[in-house]
């Protein structure tokens, strides 16, 4: 997971810039919709970092898993992916 | 919408903190799982900000609106929160 | 709510075809992955049927809730709202 | 995939008749509030279907892909996953 963080991290500090924008817009008593449509652009923002994080996770550890010969380790692996899979539609 | 701000800002504070904490895990090289994990409680804290922010946008401004005899910002009010129900989906 | 309930009927009905057509997919074996495009777009289906259902119904209960002298009429028409809006996300 | 599929058209066969409940509703002028309760409803079964048929398709298709010398293969199978895991939160 080392190698190239930085970026997901840069991703990471442009959300919170987004989020102290949020709590300056409440501030000033900005209007409730537009509001939300900044809440909702964070949570994009959160969404494109969740799906880089998961693409190097299928790329690393679940293809070693899947590749090896432990079974649970396998199963461990494909129980994690549905996990996020049924959380993110939550 | 001046009144009850200050919770909805408090939380928008931790939201902030819990971004910075991804960072850190990022840079420790946490487990992609356990930082998805994390990921997810963000977003769902920012769904309750969302929540709220709606609760209160409808008790004030879409009330105001629909009680209205001006048929566009009637119009417009019901626009905006299908605009947001459609958003939220997404 | 009587006036334009037929366009909605017709949407559901093609929704009904629609998971028709996801149960032949299984019978005949069709991949995983195609079976899921077709799943995931019946929930497209719906939510476009939710989204003019939603509609219909700021547009005439909730407005009427809402120019209401009864509280609990108006609060009642609110919290309904925003269980939906909850549930939309879950 | 033809081992436990019966499960999931039965799944299928139960959101279809749940469909066609909703149809009657709109017929029998219900209120939108409990017709939107309906569709999330049927919305939660097929993302359950879903869910198995993810789980089946990673214990299956996906585990002979990551263990394949083809690295197309494998490639192919990580961007269907994420395809479908982007499309779920649309």
Redesign the interface.
């Known amino acids: ?2 190698d190239d ?1 930085q970026p ?2 840069n991703r ?2 442009s ?2 810039g987004h ?2 924008g ?2 300056r817009m ?2 000033d ?5 537009d ?3 900044q ?2 652009a ?3 923002a ?2 494109k ?3 880089l ?11 070693d898993a ?2 090896s010969v432990d079974h649970s380790a ?1 199963d461990n692996a ?1 129980a ?11």
Chains 1, 2, 3, 4 share one sequence.
């Open positions: 997971m080392s963080k997901l991290i990471l500090k959300v919170e989020v102290r949020v709590q409440l501030e008593d900005a209007y409730c919709i509001v939300l449509r809440t909702l964070i949570r994009r959160l969404e970092v969740d799906t994080i998961l693409e190097r996770h299928l790329n690393t550890c679940v293809t899947l590749r396998r494909i994690e992916i549905l996990e996020i899979f049924a959380a993110t539609r939550d």
